[in-house]
C-alpha cells in the first residue's frame, strides 16, 4: 500500500464480490488506502462472469465516488470487472490485456483486448487464497493449466512463451492436488499462484485457442464456470490437435 500512496492518488474504487466484502478483506484493504490519504469506497456487487449491467453499475460508483484509481480485489470476474469500469485494475486476469464480458441480452461472452488495461501494479498473496474452497481450486487451477498448454501451442508462441508453460505444467502437476486436499498448505498456495502468474505471461502474448472458443460460448449461453468449462473440453480439443501436430 506505501507503493500506491506515492502515486499522487486522492480516491479509490474497490471492486470486488459481496463474499470477499462480508468476509472483511475489502474493508482491510480500504483502511490501509485510507491510511495513506486515500479516500476510498467498495463497490461489491461483482459477479461470477461480470455483465454489462454489473460494468455499468461499476461505472456509476466510480463516477458518484470520483475515483481516480480501482482496486481489484478477488479472482478473475473482480479483475475483469474492474477492467471493463476503467483503465486499470489490480486467474492471471490481474496482468493481462484481456478481459472478458457477458452480453446478459446476447448471452454472449465478449473479450476485449487493449494494453490500455494491463494493469499497472499487481499482488498475488498467496495467504489470501487460503480460504478458497477445493471446487474453486481446482477449476482456476485447471484453467490456469489450460492457458499454458494453449499458449504452448499456439501458432504464435515463442521460447519465452514456451518457457513459461513449461513451467506452469509443472507446478501445476505437483502442486494442485495439493492445493486442492490441503487448502492451508502454503507451499501449494504460493506455487500455485507462480502458476497461475506465469500462466498469463504465456497466453499473454501467444494467446489461446479452441478450448477457450468453446468454454466462452458455454459459460456465456448458460452462466457455466469457466474453469469447469476449460477442464471438460481440454482433453478433447488436444485430442483434436493432435492429428495435425
Avoid: W
Amino acid at each position: 500500500m506505501p507503493i500506491v500512496g506515492k502515486m499522487g492518488f486522492k480516491k479509490a474504487l474497490i471492486i470486488t464480490d459481496a463474499d470477499l466484502a462480508k468476509l472483511g478483506m475489502a474493508q482491510l484493504v480500504a483502511d490501509k488506502l485510507t491510511a495513506q490519504g486515500i479516500d476510498t469506497a467498495i463497490f461489491d456487487k461483482v459477479q461470477p462472469n461480470p455483465t454489462v449491467g454489473n460494468v455499468n453499475a461499476g461505472l456509476d460508483a466510480l463516477n458518484a465516488h470520483g475515483a481516480d484509481l480501482i482496486v481489484s480485489l478477488g479472482g478473475g470476474s473482480s479483475h475483469d470487472c474492474a477492467k471493463g469500469v476503467a483503465l486499470v485494475a489490480s486467474t492471471a486476469s490481474e496482468m493481462t490485456r484481456f478481459t472478458i464480458i457477458t452480453d446478459e441480452t446476447r448471452h454472449v461472452k465478449m473479450a476485449i483486448i487493449d494494453r490500455h488495461i494491463t494493469p499497472f501494479l499487481s499482488v498475488n498473496d498467496s495467504d489470501l487464497m487460503e480460504g478458497m474452497p477445493a471446487s474453486l481450486t481446482a477449476a482456476t487451477g485447471m484453467d490456469a493449466l489450460t492457458h499454458a498448454v494453449e499458449a504452448y501451442v499456439s501458432t504464435i508462441a515463442t521460447p519465452i512463451t514456451d518457457a513459461c508453460a513449461v513451467k506452469v505444467v509443472e507446478l501445476i502437476a505437483k502442486y494442485l492436488p495439493t492445493a486442492v486436499r490441503e487448502p492451508h498448505n502454503k507451499k501449494a498456495r504460493e506455487q500455485m499462484a507462480y502458476a497461475q502468474f506465469l500462466a498469463g505471461m504465456a497466453f499473454n502474448n501467444a494467446s489461446l485457442g479452441y478450448v477457450h472458443a468453446m468454454a466462452h460460448q458455454l459459460g456465456g449461453f448458460y452462466d457455466l464456470p469457466h474453469g469447469v468449462c476449460n477442464a471438460l473440453l481440454l482433453p478433447h480439443v488436444q485430442a483434436f490437435n493432435m492429428q495435425v501436430a
